[in-house]
């Protein structure tokens, strides 16, 4: 198919600068994609490779989720409140009428969405948090600390993983510079909300994938910048 204008996407911040978020719908049919500096999300239809039109959202979209049958996206909205670890907020959009319906106050700088049947987790970069939002009611019933900024976090038989992490890196000294890292894999049971274990990686992940009961995260600091 042709290109297609959709909102203006780009580098979003978080760790490392990830980018605009989009998202295919689970039957297939719709790819969702968030305009970050336009504060829209674009619905395009794949058989047709044509743009159903923009659902108008608060200011700052990042990233995306969609419910399992397909008729609600969920958007994290970055710049709500720009105070210092401010409540930012989630948007749920009727994807039929691109229109949104519902605010959800959140911890902040919200990004990672998992949806679990009526809850919705929220990974909270910059307050190191998780949010479990009750979808019937739109409000969050527990908020769970994680030890670092959350930069992934996925969903396998009944338990969520969370892939935090941070790194620094200072110029000087006899090797020209130096680099710390840390990082770690908590595991959060869904029947409730609590943290059941916390694996150390000793690296700082960027993201986080599960496949056959395996979890990867790629590395987000390389352990020596001259070398990739």
């Given amino acids: 198919g042709g ?20 998202e295919l719908s689970p039957d297939g049919t719709t790819l969702a994609v968030a305009g970050s500096f336009d504060d829209v999300v674009t619905f395009i239809d794949v058989a047709s490779w044509t743009v159903l039109g923009d659902a108008l959202t608060g200011d700052f979209p990042t990233e995306l989720a969609w419910s399992d049958d397909s008729s609600t996206v969920y958007v994290s909205i970055r710049n709500f409140n720009t105070g210092s670890n401010a409540p930012d907020i989630v948007q749920v959009i009727d994807a039929a009428s691109r229109t949104v319906t519902a605010d959800i106050l959140v911890g902040d700088n919200p990004y990672t969405l998992v949806p679990n049947g009526d809850t919705l987790y929220v990974a909270n970069w910059r307050s190191e948090t998780i949010s479990a939002v009750d979808l019937t ?10 030890p670092n900024n959350p930069v992934g976090m996925v969903l396998d038989a009944g338990l969520l993983y969370v892939a935090t992490g941070t790194g620094t890196t ?20 869904t029947a409730t909300n609590a943290i059941t274990d916390t694996i150390n990686v000793d690296q700082n992940p960027a993201n986080l994938y599960a496949a056959g009961g395996t979890l990867a995260a790629p590395r987000g600091v390389a352990a020596d910048p001259r070398r990739r």
């Fill in 137 to 146: 009611t739109n409000s969050v019933v527990a908020t769970i600390p994680v």
């Fill in 170 to 189: 200072s110029f000087g000294g006899p090797d020209g510079f130096s680099q710390a890292q840390s990082g770690e894999f908590t595991v959060i049971d």
């Fill in 3 to 22: 290109k297609l204008c959709t909102g203006n996407r780009g580098g979003v911040g978080y760790s490392f600068s990830q980018t605009s978020d989009m």
